[in-house]
């Protein structure tokens, strides 16, 4: 601790510091407390990712990150399989200790890997030893750092917050009975609670709920720390709607760029109702979006016998779709004068009529409505029947699929999707959890973007063309064809357009003359592609959907907007990630701690040692309390 003017710096250090979130958040927490201004000074933020660490620098600006393996020899060798090389060497307190430049950090902030505690991790692997392993690095790197602290410095951080998904308080218990004993022991108010909302404490445009530990050292903070206020959630348009349009990486930087999905992709999310995923697509009125050909008038047409026909045309035959070939001949004389029988069907409980010796339907009634066949349930039980996998099979006979039950539900086939696979979000509503595995087969990373169409009635003279018989519309001052009604139809302007304007080039012909001014208004300069995407085809495609947005993913630059990082780096250019693909660059992202909220819990701990450091240790206040001193008085009746 250190003071400069009229600031009170409180050192903090991060372990499993990722690119930064926490970071970056506390290095803006502020308080004015007493005359002071109280802010973080940050030792080191520890992590064993060199790529993370690089990218820890460049969005916090400082150069505090310090590469280290905080696993022990069991953990490396379960989780990589094999040994590590010779130089590889467990961390001791002691590395702890010159890490964190020889202080004893107020606040300690731990946020350890949860992918063996997350539920996106079948039970199955989250057994094994290589996530239990990776799973102790939560217990271990509190130890070793209370141990660095406690044998080279003589004390222990004021504050410690370890954050983590919430499925830790199933998956993790004999973890998170370790961590307690740990820091019960050592003289600490522990608060453990797996609904923090950090949505709601940075006021992000997510859902994040998250597990969080706080710990206070009741000996150097004998006050409390109050809960940071709840700020109302933004919406995803809230967010994103001000950001530079999607795949202009120019202004977005390279994360901003869209994915190049399949095809049928693209389609599924255009079929997909705004807020909705993929069970949706088994409701889509399939019947009313397909391409229905209809025909030119006279396909089929039967003329009026009492009317002139019309014109004759080389296509002869009833199908064609430009000429007229069948009449309505009344000299058949199938009427009640002519043969009356002709496919009668007679009634059972009629007399029948004339047995002739013309025997055929079309030439007397030799038809009946028998009612002696009866249908009856069970006739023919096993056609088309789906046997449960676990029930004796029907009989088998030689009868093929449409006559026996030779079908069985398989419950073999565990193809389960996520609930949120293809889930589209709404732009008016906040955003589900940014999670580290989020494409839009496994999580709802997409948006209904309604930037694309313009709305009916707004601005209604935008490239109005005015008539010169008419009077103008009002001149306004934004004198701008986009804007007013700036355009006129000349008359006195006699000219007409080249023979190629508008011209459409066929795709297997030569093409014509390039000349210097070829666009689609002076010369043939378009063509009928025939190049349509096949299913499996990747690219970029704009479907305007029903509800007449553009159901498109979420850039990864969106998805930091949303974690609440900045828009742009210290160095001035858009925020990006160097050194990763962009599928890890979402998963450092989906990883990190929002700086909002990271902010925003900063803040209260702040306040907390600005009141010990007066000495206040009890004040009347209506904000809830996150860790209260412990209670160790017995309680008794008062008579």
Sequence with gaps: ???????????????????????????????????????????????????????????????????????????????????????????????????????????????????????????????????QALNYLTVHGLEITLQACLEYGGRLPAVIQLENVPRITSRGKPLLRQIKKLLTKYGYAVSIRADHNLGEIGGLG??????????????????????????????????????????????????????????????????????????????????????????????????????????????????????????????????????????????????????????????????????????????????????????????????????????????????KLHPDSYGVQDWDSTAKTVRSANRIMQAAGSVSDPRVPDRPGRYTDQFRMQAADGPAGTVTGSTDVQNGAQLIADPRIKSAPRADTMGVLEWDQPSKTVIGSADVHAAAAAVSDPRIPSDDERGVWTIISQDGTWHRPLTTYELAMLQSFPTHLPDGRPFQLEGCSDAKAREYIGNAVPPDAAEAMGNVILLAAAQADAGITFEMSWDPVWVAPQEDKIPAMVH
Excluded at 214 to 224: L, M, W, Y
Excluded at 359 to 369: D, K, L, M, V
């Design 1 to 131: 601790m250190q003071a400069i003017e009229n600031i009170e710096y409180k050192t903090s250090a991060f372990l499993f510091a990722g690119v930064g979130g926490a970071t970056a958040g506390a290095m803006r927490s502020q308080v004015e407390y007493g005359g002071k201004v109280y802010k973080f000074k940050v030792l080191c933020a520890i992590d064993s990712d060199p790529v993370a660490c690089r990218n820890h620098d460049l969005i916090t600006g400082e150069e505090t990150a310090v590469q280290m393996d905080l696993f022990k020899r069991w953990q490396y060798v379960a989780w990589h399989g094999h040994e590590p090389p010779p130089e590889w060497q467990e961390v001791t307190p002691w590395d702890i200790w010159q890490a964190f430049k020889q202080q004893v950090p107020f606040f300690l902030f731990l946020s350890p890997p949860c992918k063996g505690l997350s539920g996106l991790l079948p039970q199955g692997k989250a057994d094994s030893d290589k996530y």
């Design 206 to 415: 997510q859902n994040r709920v998250r597990f969080l530990i706080k710990a206070r050292h009741e000996s150097q903070v004998p006050n409390v720390i109050y809960y940071p206020e709840k700020k109302p959630l933004k919406s995803i348009g809230d967010v994103i709607s001000t950001l530079p349009a999607p795949g202009d990486t120019d202004a977005g930087g390279p994360l901003h760029k869209l994915p190049r999905l399949q095809w049928k992709t693209w389609m599924r999310l255009a079929l997909i109702p705004s807020g909705g995923d993929w069970r949706d697509l088994n409701k889509v009125d399939y019947q009313n979006l397909r391409v229905v050909h209809e025909p030119r008038r006279g396909a089929f047409e039967v003329a009026d016998w009492s009317k002139p026909s019309r014109a004759v045309t080389s296509t002869a035959g009833p199908g064609r779709s430009n000429g007229v070939t069948a009449v309505s001949d009344p000299r058949l004389q199938i009427n009640g004068d002519g043969k009356t029988n002709l496919f009668r069907v007679q009634s059972s409980a009629d007399p029948a009529t004339c047995v002739t010796g013309a025997a055929g339907p079309n030439q007397g009634a030799t038809c009946i409505s028998d009612p002696a066949l009866q249908e009856r349930p069970g006739r023919h039980p096993g056609v088309y029947r789906i046997v449960r996998a676990d029930e004796p099979a029907p009989c088998v006979t030689g009868t093929r699929f449409g006559s026996g039950a030779i079908a069985v539900a398989d419950p073999r086939v565990n193809t």
